[in-house]
């Protein structure tokens, strides 16, 4: 189950992969970027995709820094990751590049450095992915980074579609679990138990 492309951004569900888990594969300008991990903690999905859709909804303008999707990358990367001699962007551009950081979505996107810059009804998405196994500070590339650039509104409907889908697949997984926990304790109701009757 595809939302939105594999070639731009895209989301793809294999709800039947774990009973408990999510599955989904992410996708930035045709590269999978969490290959190595792709099942997530269903709360913790649902409430990051209701975050990203929350943050990406209204149209936004460029930064004033916004030179290029790549550029902008890499002088946010070295801000986050190699500026130890404070040489990086003045407080106010390290804040307006800090709120453009994009799949902080816990362990499955650990590898993943991604901004996505606002530029009206459209976004520059923006992502390297490092080596499997180490968090993304400090750990060596393994390729450039790759540049999608995406109509806002087919990207808030990608996030809005699989939002719906995460809650529902949580909710019906919940009910799962609840009901385990009932059979587990002998599923009697509250006040019911062996001998006793109806008055």
Same mark, same amino acid.
Not at 1 to 22: K, T
Not at 93 to 107: I, T, Y
Not at 125 to 132: A, E
């Given at each position: 189950?595809?939302?939105?492309?594999?070639?731009?951004?895209?989301?793809?569900?294999?709800?039947?992969?774990?009973?408990?888990?999510?599955c989904?594969?992410?996708?930035?300008?045709?590269?999978?970027?969490?290959?190595?991990?792709?099942?997530?903690?269903?709360?913790?999905?649902?409430?990051?995709?209701?975050?990203?859709?929350?943050r990406?909804?209204?149209?936004?303008?460029?930064?004033?820094?916004?030179?290029?999707?790549?550029?902008?990358?890499?002088?946010?990367?070295?801000?986050?990751y190699?500026?130890? $001699?404070?040489?990086g =962007?003045?407080? @106010?551009?390290?804040?307006?590049?800090?709120?453009? +950081?994009? &799949? *902080?979505?816990?362990?499955?996107?650990?590898q993943?450095?991604?901004?996505?810059?606002?530029?009206?009804?459209r976004?520059?998405?923006?992502?390297?992915?490092?080596?499997?196994?180490?968090?993304?500070?400090?750990?060596? $590339?393994?390729?450039? =980074?790759?540049? @999608?650039?995406?109509s806002?509104?087919?990207?808030? +409907?990608? &996030? *809005?579609?699989?939002?719906?889908?995460?809650?529902?697949?949580?909710?019906?997984?919940?009910?799962?679990?609840?009901?385990?926990?009932?059979?587990?304790?002998?599923?009697?109701?509250?006040?019911?138990?062996?001998?006793?009757?109806?008055?």
């Open positions: 189950m595809l939302f939105g492309s594999r070639a731009g951004f895209g989301l793809e569900f294999h709800v039947e992969q774990d009973p408990d888990l999510l989904v594969d992410i996708f930035v300008g045709g590269l999978q970027v969490n290959a190595w991990d792709n099942a997530f903690y269903p709360p913790l999905l649902v409430k990051k995709l209701k975050d990203e859709f929350t990406f909804r209204t149209p936004a303008a460029p930064l004033a820094e916004f030179t290029s999707p790549s550029e902008s990358f890499r002088l946010a990367e070295s801000w986050m190699e500026d130890d $001699a404070g040489t =962007p003045d407080p @106010a551009a390290a804040e307006a590049l800090a709120r453009c +950081e994009f &799949l *902080e979505w816990g362990e499955c996107t650990d993943v450095t991604a901004l996505a810059f606002p530029d009206g009804d976004l520059h998405l923006v992502c390297r992915v490092r080596d499997v196994g180490e968090p993304a500070c400090g750990a060596e $590339a393994r390729q450039e =980074p790759v540049v @999608a650039s995406v806002r509104t087919v990207f808030v +409907e990608t &996030l *809005e579609s699989a939002l719906a889908v995460a809650e529902r697949e949580w909710s019906t997984r919940l009910a799962v679990i609840r009901e385990r926990g009932r059979s587990d304790s002998g599923g009697a109701a509250p006040g019911a138990g062996p001998g006793r009757t109806e008055s």
